[in-house]
């Protein structure tokens, strides 16, 4: 008994067996190649030549392509592999604008991966296509009630089924420098509203040394703010038919404080990429940016050794619009689909392999690959003290508490859905992809357009070219 | 006369490796693009729907069209002209040989050689507003009126034009070195004996002899100009400050891969290659290639 | 007098005026730097550490030199696999549009048939044609012929674009080479074969070469068909890898700058060794008159 207690592989197979991960023979099979190396594993699979011929090949897409997460992903794919030599698992990482042009390929080519992450909006949208299919069975599977009711909620549809299961989750918040505050005498904490807000942004200004704010201009990104500050001011672009609903005041009223807001911000904003201010906050050049958790590498790449610390890059308040009750902000919350199309064998491993990924050491893994931004999507995680203790989820304190503090409000949405209810227009993926808001934004705050003229122009392009082409 | 024939033969036998490639990779898939222009279709489903028009129609009414055409008419002239005093200046200034000449002739070959992708990030670099050395450099001037930002709306039409006139005059360059090397020294002998100036012999010898070289490279940077896609996608990503440099291959590429609108992106594809069937016709008609024909 | 005159301006134009002989410098100097600087720009901020990437004002030479950037394009990125795509499918590219270029345009030159002006001529007006105007019908024939996520796909795009052009200048070489060199070898009881291989390929190789390094650079530089062809990253060439880079939770501009140098340099020592070939095959064969 104490020899495979001490094999880390064997004992993970013993408890995937007692778990009914395993089927009999599988196990047998396993435990054959892990004792008696290769030529065991051989003569079983003589045995069953069939079962350890075919390899079932999963291929599983992520929207997580950086370097750290990419080794935790093939540590995990590699120890899964050890146990399940009949699985071959493929996990590609890409950036989201890739994924999402790879899966229309894919879907209309009817060769989708077998899973993929992918947004909340592509969720309604294939769903309502009957592209994908629900995972109840996965979700039930690690067990609801250990998930965050946060990241349930944008899982769960009116049909009562889970139609995705989020990987990991983390809310964006606004960053402060902290060093930047010093005889300015401005105590963020006490802002409530966009004009509290606006009242000390130009004590934060120090143009061209520093400036008051850092957006991305980049469309894709100008979507987001469009989104946040509409829900932030009681709107939505959307009405409940999913019409365009630009023309609301509301809106407009988003449209006339990002005007305002200019003053603050760099002359070049509007080609800045997302990235670009987070390194802009990094480096010292704005006192406060849109941002989130995995800023942390960015600020150890480009800040100045001694001021690597939470206490200069502070969390500061999200403030409301005149006609809106509570702040808003971007839930970032991609969820694993799974494809109709896909080969039922290949899906069936793929969940396998979503089982052997969330548990606890294999997850853990994959979470402290970025520790403050690939949040844990269990509860428990964050009574755990192993979980907490990381010298990373340490450091940065103040912003783990900052993201948990939306998730307990219920105010961190997805991507372009101001109203719960929005998560069931089906075309708001081609309106995320469309440069149609981010035109909007640049025709009113760039080129000094009439905000009304603008964004009646921006609902119908709308209307003609999305909604249109989507009901034609 | 068999030997005629024969002969006839062997040569389009010849061709037809060259002929078959490029009528399988051009001439057909131009004339599938026609015919696609008449329908309305997705460019990644199989279905798709005859409109006749239709989608002429929709850009004739549309002001974002107009607006691209009008931003692709402003970038082609600008960068094209720019690119031919680059050039011309150029090569005159690498004509005669001086130490260091086949250095220099290399180097300013360069920027057409790097991948545009590169060119463009590396400009995007530079300019940058907050890290960048060219705006800080003009910084340092203290000009009253310099924009602090280049990458913006106002004026990132200029970034563009001077990052084209980087990358594309010594295609211009290379085509004016080539041909002045091949003007007779006697011409200039013979004018400096008469006292012209330097710039009487480039205006009275030089430019005449150009004159050829320089209306081709003028017709094939016009027409690449106006159809040059990557160098304004690379710098402006099609929107933010991009929207100000949305030409229409941009404005053509977002219609097909953004919008997914295939019949519409084939329809705007279709409007270019008009345009440059009537660019070269009449430049063919205004100068006609007389010493081509005889050699053909 | 004429004789003196034309005495003296011969004799200054050897020696130079001084001053003369100075604008002439600063005019290649001021050309250096145009071509130059960006290039000089890029190689610095490669070799920058982080914050001196970033640091205001900015340094015109490094404080420290650091290897950083080059160490994560090579060990974090798929840089050499987009490096080995990209050598891959211009390599391709080359060779198809080389032979059935030599092959062609040696059937235009020396055998008369019907339409051969014809064809001349259109050859020209594809070279014209800018790859935009070919973006959905070749995007929507390659995924009918399952040309997509293929570097052979992508190979037989940049041939449509190349091919036109090659033929276009390597027409004009051959019809530089005399006809009698051959009727001669001819008469000597070579046959075409040997015609071809002994005298005129040897003469036309000047032209052969520029008409490689410019088919190579078509497929090197595109971006667009990889773009919207290339959708897999094993097989991603340079310019869209590179322009991952940019969307990546690591982007950087330091490696953005480095892999421009590992892009750029080899090239550069190439070029400045082969533009005499270049302009050579150029000014003959690139344009006429």
């Known amino acids: 008994m104490k020899r495979w207690e001490s094999d880390p592989g064997l004992r993970r197979l013993v408890r995937e067996k007692k778990e009914g991960v395993l089927g009999r023979r599988a196990f047998l099979a396993r435990l054959g190649g892990a004792t008696a190396g290769a030529a065991a594993a051989s003569l079983i699979g003589g045995a069953a030549p069939a079962r350890a011929q075919k390899k079932v090949v999963v291929t599983m897409w992520d929207t997580e392509p950086n370097p750290a997460t990419r080794a935790a992903v093939k540590a995990i794919v590699e120890d899964f592999h050890k146990l399940h030599k009949d699985i071959e698992i493929h996990a590609e990482g890409m950036g989201w604008s890739d994924m999402d042009r790879k899966l229309q390929a894919a879907m209309a080519a009817k060769s989708p991966p077998t899973a993929s992450h992918t947004q909340t909006y592509v969720v309604t949208s294939f769903k309502a296509k009957g592209l994908i299919e629900p995972v109840d069975d996965l979700v039930k599977a690690l067990g609801e009630d250990r998930i965050f009711p946060s990241v349930l909620r944008w899982m769960k549809y009116p049909d009562g089924k889970y139609w995705g299961l989020t990987h990991a989750w983390g809310a964006d918040n606004l960053g402060g420098r902290g060093d930047y505050l010093a005889g300015t005498g401005v105590d963020p904490r006490s802002w409530k509203t966009w004009d509290d807000w606006l009242r000390d942004l130009p004590k934060l200004n120090k143009a061209p040394q520093y400036y008051g704010l850092s957006l991305a201009g980049i469309p894709f990104f100008v979507n987001e703010d469009v989104y946040m500050w509409t829900g932030a001011n009681g709107g939505s672009i959307f009405d409940d038919k999913g019409n365009p609903a630009l023309e609301s005041p509301q809106v407009l009223g988003m449209l006339e404080f990002w005007k305002k807001l200019r003053a603050f911000l760099p002359a070049g904003w509007a080609s800045h990429d997302y990235l670009e201010t987070l390194s802009a906050w990094a480096a010292g050049k704005t006192a406060q940016v849109y941002m989130w958790g995995r800023t942390a590498g960015y600020i150890d790449q480009y800040a100045p050794p001694d001021k690597r610390n939470p206490d200069i890059f502070q969390m500061w308040p999200k403030t409301i619009g005149p006609m809106g009750k509570a702040p808003l902000t971007q839930f970032d919350n991609e969820p694993w689909v799974f494809y109709a199309d896909a080969p039922k064998e290949e899906k069936a491993a793929a969940k396998e392999f979503l089982k052997f990924f969330f548990r606890k050491e294999n997850y853990r893994r994959y979470c402290d690959s970025v520790p403050v931004h690939l949040l844990s999507i269990f509860k428990e995680d964050f009574a755990d003290p192993a979980y907490m203790n990381h010298p990373e989820r340490k450091r940065w304190k103040p912003w783990l508490d900052a993201q948990l503090k939306w998730v307990e409000i219920g105010r961190a949405h997805p991507l372009l859905i101001c109203n719960p209810q929005d998560m069931l227009v089906p075309w708001i993926g081609d309106v995320a992809a469309a440069p149609i808001l981010a035109d909007m934004v640049m025709a009113v705050v760039e080129r000094g357009r009439d905000p009304r003229a603008a964004a009646k122009e921006a609902g119908d392009k709308i209307s003609r070219d999305i909604i249109g082409k989507a009901k034609g | ?296 | ?289």
């Not at chain 2, 729907?49 to 004739?60: E, R």
């Not at chain 2, 030089?206 to 690449?224: E, K, S």
């Not at chain 3, 890029?42 to 650091?66: C, G, R």
């Open chain 3, 1 to 289: 007098m004429r004789e003196g005159a034309t005495r003296r301006v011969r004799s200054s134009r050897r020696r130079g005026r001084p001053v003369s002989a100075a604008g002439a410098w600063a005019l290649r100097l001021g050309l250096f730097v145009f071509c130059a600087f960006p290039l000089y720009w890029m190689v610095v901020s490669s070799f920058k550490v982080s914050h001196e990437l970033l640091a205001a004002p900015p340094t015109l030479v490094p404080h420290e030199w650091d290897l950083r950037a080059y160490r994560k394009l090579f060990l974090e990125t798929n840089f050499w696999t987009y490096f080995q795509n990209t050598v891959i499918v211009a390599a391709i590219t080359t060779v198809i549009v080389i032979v059935a270029g030599v092959i062609g345009a040696y059937g235009l030159t020396r055998y008369a048939f019907p339409g051969r002006t014809l064809v001349a001529r259109l050859t020209l007006l594809a070279y014209m044609f800018p790859p935009i105007i070919m973006l959905v019908p070749l995007f929507l024939l390659a995924r009918e012929f399952g040309l997509t996520n293929s570097l052979l796909g992508l190979a037989l795009t940049y041939i449509s674009f190349a091919l036109p052009y090659a033929l276009w200048i390597l027409r004009a070489f051959f019809q530089s080479i005399p006809v009698e060199l051959e009727h001669a070898a001819l008469v000597d009881g070579a046959n075409r074969a040997q015609a071809l291989a002994y005298i005129v390929m040897p003469l036309a190789l000047p032209g052969i070469i520029a008409t490689a390094i410019f088919t190579f650079i078509v497929a090197w530089n595109d971006f667009l068909f990889a773009l919207v062809l290339i959708g897999k990253d094993d097989l991603k060439t340079l310019a869209i890898g590179i322009n991952d880079f940019f969307h990546m939770a690591v982007v950087d501009w330091g490696l953005i700058m480095a892999a421009g140098v590992m892009v750029t340099i080899p090239a550069l020592v190439f070029f400045v060794a082969v533009q005499r070939y270049l302009i050579a095959g150029w000014g003959a064969g690139g344009v006429k008159g």
């Open chain 2, 1 to 296: 006369m068999w030997r005629r024939r024969r002969d006839a033969l062997i040569g389009m036998g010849l061709l037809l490796p060259s002929a078959a490639l490029v009528f399988a990779f051009t001439l057909f898939p131009v004339g599938y693009n026609v015919w696609l222009g008449f329908y309305a279709k997705h460019s990644l489903r199989a279905t798709s729907t005859w409109v006749g028009l239709g989608n002429y129609a929709q850009l004739l009414v549309d002001p974002d069209f107009w607006r691209s055409v009008w931003l692709a008419t402003v970038y082609a002239v600008a960068s094209t002209t720019l690119q031919i005093v680059a050039g011309v200046a150029g090569a005159l200034i690498l004509h005669r040989r001086f130490p260091g000449c086949d250095f220099l002739r290399g180097v300013a070959l360069f920027p057409y050689m790097i991948p545009t992708i590169i060119a463009v990030f590396v400009w995007r670099w530079l300019m940058n507003d907050l890290y960048g050395v060219i705006p800080y450099l003009l910084g340092t001037l203290a000009i009253p009126g310099m924009p602090e930002a280049w990458l913006t709306h106002s004026t990132i039409m200029w970034v563009l034009v001077v990052l084209s006139v980087w990358t594309f005059f010594p295609f211009v360059l290379v085509n004016v070195l080539a041909r002045l090397q091949t003007i007779p020294p006697e011409l200039y002998d013979a004018a400096r004996v008469d006292g012209a100036s330097a710039f009487r012999q480039f205006l009275n010898v030089t430019l005449p002899q150009l004159r050829n070289v320089l209306l081709i490279v003028l017709l094939l940077r016009g027409i690449w100009m106006f159809t040059k896609f990557d160098v304004p996608w690379l710098l402006g990503f099609g929107g933010g400050a991009g929207e100000a440099i949305r030409t229409l291959p941009v404005f053509t590429y977002q219609r097909s891969f953004t919008y997914y609108q295939a019949g519409m992106g084939a329809a705007l594809s279709n409007v270019m290659l008009a345009l440059l069937l009537m660019a070269v016709t009449l430049y063919f008609v205004a100068f006609p290639p007389e010493a081509d024909e005889n050699d053909a």
